[in-house]
């Protein structure tokens, strides 16, 4: 389930797209499958947060480390890492989503509740006033 996050895919279903409908915009549910991301679970985003977190500072620690072993000097140091502080986040934007939500099925799997909400979603997307819209 993580590997198909890490690939911008749903965990559950492994539908291409996921819940983005580009990089950035979110759908509330999977495009294919229908699960619902945050399966009614408050404070999911603060797991795909904190990953994104985690992935931002690992990268520049490492930058920083690799930096002061090779000598690279102060100013291209610093520029690198707030390179990085700002980039990192923005392209790893939706796979801190679709990973979290891999994590958050492996440790809570879904419950008839979630396929019930996801049929609904999918219902939604099908009706001709949402296609018109």
Sequence with gaps: ????????????????????????????????????????????????????????????????????????????LLLVAGSLAVFVPIITYPLTYSVWFGIDLAIRPPSEKDFAQAEEFLAQMASPQTLTK
Excluded: D, H
Excluded at 63 to 72: D, K, L, P, Q, R
């Design 1 to 76: 389930m993580i590997l198909r996050g890490l690939l911008r895919r749903c965990a559950w279903c492994g539908g291409k797209g996921s819940f983005f409908s580009s990089w950035y915009r979110k759908e509330s549910g999977c495009q294919t499958c229908g699960m619902n991301w945050e399966r009614g679970y408050e404070g999911f985003e603060l797991g795909a947060a904190t990953m994104g977190v985690f992935i931002t500072f690992g990268s520049i620690i490492f930058w920083m480390v690799a930096s002061v072993i090779f000598g690279v000097p102060l100013v291209p």
